[in-house]
């Protein structure tokens, strides 16, 4: 158990609605990270916050959004779905902003999400 | 374009024989050069990790194999077990970056008894 914690599991939806998935990082971790997996992308990063502010984006799509709360909650928030956005989303989390040694990020066990 | 290469894509080894799983880079910025191992319905987790001022580093039966000026890194698993069939993924992240790793597209390991 890596100590990060994602709701829900799994999620089936229809398309152009709205989702949120919810993220609890590791106690002490202060950065959080969500990813998408999916068999023809792989695993891509899509955005890492640090303390309640956004630090980086990468591949995420202008119908996803996300924010971290004052409790380092996080939550991604897909809307407009189509059935491409189906895939595992995964958050994950460290304790720092960046990958230097000992600051190992740590993946939750994912919210597969099913667009129909 | 894929900034990450891995192979192969699948990977079948006898209990007790050597895994060895490549990876390609084509940025010499990457500085961060860590293995992951997902098993199904779990999370990746890091394996282990290297960067790029020594050529090797050792962990147990996992081994990272480092050469800088072929842009290369490999996975080694020494006497392979069962248990160690999974997904595993390498990555890389460039250096003075926040930390969004880029990762390969995986080698599904299976170790047969």
């Known amino acids: 158990d890596s100590g990060v914690t994602q709701t829900p599991k799994h999620l089936i939806t229809a398309t152009g609605q709205r989702v949120t998935l919810r993220c609890s990082p590791r106690?002490?971790?202060?950065?959080v990270y969500w990813y998408q997996q999916s068999l023809d992308q792989g695993l891509q990063f899509l955005i890492q916050?640090?303390?309640?502010?956004?630090?980086a984006k990468g591949n995420i799509l202008e119908r996803f959004s996300a924010q971290q709360f004052p409790d380092l909650h996080s939550e991604l928030n897909l809307s407009s779905l189509e059935l491409g956005d189906s895939a595992l989303y995964f958050c994950a989390s460290s304790v720092d902003w960046g990958l230097s040694s000992g600051n190992t990020i740590y993946f939750g066990e994912g919210s597969w999400l099913t667009v129909v | 374009q894929q900034q990450v290469k891995q192979s192969p894509q699948s990977l079948i080894v006898q209990k007790g024989g050597i895994s060895i799983i490549n990876c390609a880079y084509e940025n010499t910025a990457f500085d961060y050069f860590p293995w992951y191992q997902q098993f199904p319905g779990k999370g990746p987790a890091l394996l282990i990790a290297i960067r790029p001022d020594v050529s090797e580093k050792k962990e147990g039966r996992f081994t990272i194999s480092f050469n800088k000026s072929a842009k290369q890194f490999s996975l080694h698993i020494m006497d392979s077990q069962p248990g160690d069939s999974a997904t595993y993924f390498c990555?890389?992240?460039?250096?003075?970056?926040?930390?969004?790793?880029?990762f390969g597209k995986g080698t599904k390991l299976s170790v047969k008894p």
């Open positions: 916050y640090y303390n309640g502010e956004e630090r």
């Open positions: 106690s002490g971790d202060l950065s």
């Open positions: 990555a890389v992240q460039r250096g003075g970056s926040q930390g969004n790793l880029i």
